[in-house]
Structure formats: C-alpha cells, structure tokens
Nanobody, 121 residues
Framework: QVQLVESGGGLVQAGGSLRLSCAAS????????MGWYRQAPGMQRELVAI???????NYVDSVKDRFTISRDYAKNTVYLQMNSLKPEDTAVYYC???????????????WGQGTQVTVSS
C-alpha cells in the first residue's frame, strides 16, 4: 500500500510562515503529481497548490505570491512553503499524490491524514 505522512502544521500569528512536508512511501512505481488541499470548518475541500512532472505548478488565486510548492523526486516528498499567512488560511491541510503502483497500471489518488494550520490574528 501507499502511505502519505504530513508534518509541519501548527499555530502561527498572522504574517508568519510555516513549511509543510509530505513524504510518500510504499508500493510506488511513478508519481504523476503531488499537491496540497485544505478544508476549513463548514467549507468544501479546495485545491491549494499542485506540482506535476517537470515541475509544472498551479495555485489557487488566494495563495499566489505567498505560497510555494516544491518537490523532491528522489525522496517522493512535496513541500508547501507558506509565507505571509492570514487567518483565512486556517484549515486542515491534506497532502495528495496521484501515482501508479505498477508499470502501465492505472493512476490513483492517495491522501494523507491531514495537518492543522491555525493562523491567529
């Protein structure tokens, strides 16, 4: 099976920074994309940032110029550097990896357990 383990969440004041990490391990042949989603209380889960092969990235408008996603291909790890944090960034952040487990097999999305990010005003 596949495990995604997140770390780096916590409590920070507005204007501060946090760095999230997510390491994928287990039965992995090829990772097509890794990304971060978030879900605030009473809200739907939304895509925050995603990075595909060749380091193509995409961000939700609300985090552009503040968050940076990056990837370590050798370690199957994705990072989210979050700067200039705002109270509205408060949410549970989930790591996602879209990957193949065997050559030529289908791609599936796997999820981490989530890490809480709380930004105080």
């Amino acid at each position: 099976q596949v495990q995604l383990v997140e770390s780096g969440g916590g409590l920070v004041q507005a204007g501060g920074s946090l760095r999230l990490s997510c390491a994928a391990s287990g039965s992995i042949f090829k990772i097509a994309a890794m990304g971060w989603y978030r879900q605030a209380p009473g809200m739907q889960r939304e895509l925050v940032a995603i990075i595909t092969t060749r380091d193509n990235t995409n961000y939700v408008d609300s985090v552009k110029d503040r968050f940076t996603i990056s990837r370590d291909y050798a370690k199957n790890t994705v990072y989210l550097q979050m700067n200039s944090l705002k109270p509205e960034d408060t949410a549970v952040y989930y790591c996602m990896s879209n990957l193949q487990q065997v050559p030529g097999g289908p791609s599936f999305a796997f999820w981490g357990q989530g890490t809480q990010v709380t930004v105080s005003s």
